[in-house]
Structures are given as structure tokens and as C-alpha cells.
């Protein structure tokens, strides 16, 4: 039984452009969270997709959005990046009734920003 | 404002050596503690659980405890395949829709 898929594993961008993350949820779960972790600190919550709606989002700016399509899969999109969005990007998926009491978490993207 | 904070930051012990990390937290009504294990370049790997004071779980040569502000992860004869960062969270949300709030880790280091 697959777990959680992230993609890529590893991507180098530029400050000031685009990038999209991909994460394939566990089979059977229909919630996605997705989280930022800098170096040296815990994972920081940026929002929550179920049923192709954002349902929470924690503080970051809109320059983070994303997407949940109708297989659950989802994406994140971070805009006009800069060097502090350095990090690596959780996605952590769920069932709707268990939340994070059943989080699966995937391997992550590590997105560098020169 | 939720709060979770972990430490020490880093600890290196030797082979058999136990310790304990701790986990101090401010929230306002405790729906739930996590301990999850995290190895270099993975996803956090889920540990424990806990949901009320006093409460104690164990697996293999770790065991969690809480109390009304903190929460312990104990460390018994630990072996070099415990190193790793361990990180504690609390559960927060509204609305039906919950997230972890997670403290910054504390990296553990066993050496032979």
C-alpha cells in the first residue's frame, strides 16, 4: 500500500519565480495538509485542502495557494519566491473524521531559492 | 497564543545512556500531544498519542508521559538507530478542521 508521494524530491529555483509541488495522498485518505519546515525548526501548518476547498490556513501570505482535485491528489504554488522560502514542504494526508490523530506524512520536496 | 517548546535542542549520549527530552506547551484546552520521529531528508514518522494528564504510553525503549503543562519522551539504554530529531505537536483547529502545532525538535545523537 503506497504511502504518501511528494514530488520532486528536490528543486532549485530563483528568487522571484514560480514553483508548483505535487503530493499523491495515501490511498483511502481525502484530506491534505501541507507544511513548511526551515532548517532547524519544526514543520509550521499552511493550509488544509478537503473536498477541493482550502478549509484552514495558518499564517502565510498569498503568495502560498493550492489546489485538491477529485482524485485528492494536491498541489502547492508559491509565488515571486524569495531566499526564506527555503525549506522543506510537508504534505500530510488524512481522512476527514480522523484529521491529524491519522496523519501520514510524505518524504517532502526540499525547495532551495537562490 | 499557542505555544510549544522543545528541549534541549540537541543531545549526544553514549550507548545505554538514558535520558529524557521534554515538551512544555500553552493551549488552552489539550485535544491531543504528539511525538513524532523524524530521520534527515524523511517525513515526521508517528510515535505516540497522548490525550490527558497522566496518561503514559510506550513502544520498544521509548516511553511518552504528560502532565498539565509538558510532556516527557523517556529514553531507556538507547541505541545508535534512535538518533534522530524528535519533535512534539499539540492539535488545534476549529470548525470540524484540526492542524499540529509543532515545537522546533530536539535532535538526538547516540554514539557507540
Known amino acids: 500500500d503506497a504511502g504518501v508521494t511528494q514530488s520532486p524530491t528536490h528543486l532549485i529555483k530563483t528568487r522571484g519565480q514560480q514553483v508548483t509541488l505535487r503530493c499523491s495522498p495515501k490511498?483511502?485518505?481525502?484530506?491534505v495538509s501541507w507544511y513548511q519546515q526551515a532548517l532547524g525548526q519544526g514543520p509550521q501548518f499552511i493550509f488544509q485542502?478537503?473536498?477541493?476547498?482550502?478549509?484552514q490556513r495558518g499564517n502565510f501570505p498569498d503568495r502560498f495557494s493550492g489546489h485538491q482535485f477529485p482524485n485528492y491528489s494536491s498541489e502547492l504554488n508559491v509565488n515571486a519566491l524569495l531566499l526564506g522560502d527555503s525549506a522543506l514542504y510537508l504534505c500530510?494526508?488524512?481522512?476527514?473524521?480522523?484529521?491529524?490523530?491519522?496523519?501520514?506524512f510524505g518524504s517532502g520536496t526540499r525547495l532551495t531559492v537562490v | 497564543e499557542d505555544q510549544v517548546t522543545q528541549s534541549p535542542e540537541a543531545l549526544r549520549l553514549q550507548e545505554g545512556e538514558s535520558s529524557s527530552l521534554n515538551c512544555s506547551y500553552t493551549v488552552s484546552g489539550l485535544r491531543g500531544l504528539f511525538w513524532y520521529r523524524q530521520d534527515p531528508g524523511k517525513g515526521p514518522e508517528f510515535l505516540f498519542t497522548?490525550?490527558?494528564a497522566g496518561e503514559e504510553k510506550e513502544k520498544e525503549r521509548l516511553k511518552a508521559t504528560l502532565t498539565k503543562k509538558e510532556s516527557f519522551l523517556h529514553i531507556t539504554a538507547p541505541k545508535p538507530e534512535d538518533s534522530a530529531t524528535y519533535l512534539c505537536?499539540?492539535?488545534?483547529?476549529?470548525?470540524?478542521?484540526?492542524?499540529?502545532?509543532f515545537g522546533a525538535g530536539t535532535r538526538l545523537a547516540v554514539h557507540p
Open positions: 490511498s483511502g485518505h481525502d484530506t
Open positions: 500530510a494526508s488524512s481522512s476527514r473524521d480522523r484529521g491529524p490523530y491519522g496523519y501520514t
Open positions: 505537536a499539540v492539535l488545534r483547529g476549529s470548525g470540524g478542521y484540526n492542524k499540529l502545532i
Open positions: 485542502y478537503y473536498e477541493e476547498e482550502e478549509r
Open positions: 497522548l490525550y490527558s
